[in-house]
């Protein structure tokens, strides 16, 4: 078995999957929503990505039950991109690793569609092969596909990425920002209809990061139904999503377009910043 393949495609399947835990103990026969009714529900109003009432703890050493995520509901619509914002330790990589199947939830049910993939932070995480066409073919070697079929698929997703002219480079000579590219083209080769996206752009210069966010709109779109959540600190970034979710302290504060989300977090910050100054 690779690791290394598994680490990139965490729950490649091809049918969506549910996760569903009751809502408290006691309730554990009586959920208020059960599998059927989400994948219902998410087919007619055609979202690829819902959470409803979802709470997280992480049992460490010094507490037995630390509370993360306290009661988040989402709901992203399919071909949408999409921003995860918030102060650090809010719980947007927990939700996010959540919805990857990375973490599963104490309660609350979780749908997203398949195939979806995580995309991590440190590229070198996840860039593995010395050329970038074979990095991208990587992830294919699972799927019976003919030579043209994997070409044709490596030479599409590099496109969408802006990295057609990087076919056989060594990923050693690439930017940080270039391998993200190459990280979301795997994906892509794959079909991917859901990515999610922590933080990639944190490290990068101003030019490698609208590379990748540029990258990402590009490959986000409502005829091939790829959807993109992106966890992010940067509001400069919100200029290019559909929508954004607001969270703090484990809770999602505000749902909706992105530019009332980035009017949200401004009045937020200045009134922050008004408080420590009086
Ligand atoms: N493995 C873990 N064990 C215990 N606590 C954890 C673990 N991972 C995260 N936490 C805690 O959960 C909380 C939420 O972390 P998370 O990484 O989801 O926040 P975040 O909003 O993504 O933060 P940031 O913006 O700083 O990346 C934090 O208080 C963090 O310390």
Known sequence: MNLLCLTRFPERVLAPVYV???????????????????FRSNKAQNFAIEGRNLKFSFTTRQTQDAPVLRDCSIRIPCGQFW??????????????????????????TVYVNEPKSFVFQNPDHQVVM?????????????????????RSRVSRALHAVGLS??????????????????????????ACKVLLLDELTTFLDETDQVGVIKAVRNSVDTSTEVTALWVTHRLEELHYADGAIYMEDGK????????????????RQSAYINQINS
């Open 20 to 38: 569903t835990v009751p809502t408290t103990t006691a309730t554990a026969t009586s959920r208020e929503y059960s599998p059927l009714d989400i």
């Open 83 to 108: 921003m995860l914002l918030g102060p650090n330790g809010c719980g947007k990589s927990t939700l996010l690793k959540i919805l990857a199947g990375l973490l599963t939830p104490t309660s609350g």
């Open 165 to 190: 002219d990087y076919m056989k480079r060594s990923v050693q000579t690439l930017s940080g920002g270039q391998k993200q590219r190459v990280a979301i083209a795997g994906a892509l080769a794959e």
């Open 252 to 267: 999602v504060v505000m749902h909706g377009d992105a530019a009332s989300i980035r009017s949200f977090i401004e009045s």
């Open 130 to 150: 010395p050329t970038v066409d074979a990095d991208v073919a990587f992830g294919l070697g699972k799927i019976n596909f003919t030579n043209d079929e994997v």
